[in-house]
């Protein structure tokens, strides 16, 4: 939080930088929200701790957005249903805990457990939250995205996990 001489309080915001900082922050914000960490090749930026702290309060930021995305892919994939019925929701819960028992979400084929990480849910919600449109992280940094970091596929399979016990 950013204390004020009238002593009001507010969230860090781009905003409150100057215009060199924000262009910096702005792209470093859509990198961080990829998940990587890089240096460029010559190029030497030092952030600031307040900068820093921004850059970190990002984060929840980015589960909760794939967790919002991923939520119904979630439960049209799994054949999740909502309903107030008992049944629905035995049903629900059976489902979800045949999918959790040895990870069994993270295969192609959940009941032979065949296929690991190979499941269509996987690249739907890759596809959704990173490559969704041409100004999406996935596209405009490519090259971070080939190969396919293990941290972007294990995000998304954390989040597939607490979805389907929800």
Known sequence: MKKHSDG???????ADFDDVSKD??????????CLIACQLKGINIKLTPLAMKMLLQRTSHVRGE????MRSLTRSF?????SESRDVIRQNRDQAESLKE????????????????KTELLQDGINVMWFANRSDEGIVYNKFFNPMPIKVIALT??????????
Do not use: E, M, P, Q
Not at 24 to 33: C, G
Not at 66 to 69: A, C, E, G, P, R
Not at 157 to 166: D, E, G, N, P, Y
């Open 102 to 117: 040895g990870s069994s979400f993270v295969f192609k084929d959940w009941i032979t457990k065949t296929g690991i990480y």
């Open 8 to 14: 009001s309080r507010h969230r860090i915001k781009v």
């Open 24 to 33: 910096i922050l702005v792209t470093a914000i859509s990198i961080f929200r």
């Open 157 to 166: 399979l954390t989040a597939v996990s607490h979805l389907s016990c929800s």
């Open 78 to 82: 799994y054949g999740f249903r909502s």
């Open 66 to 69: 794939l967790k919002t995305k």
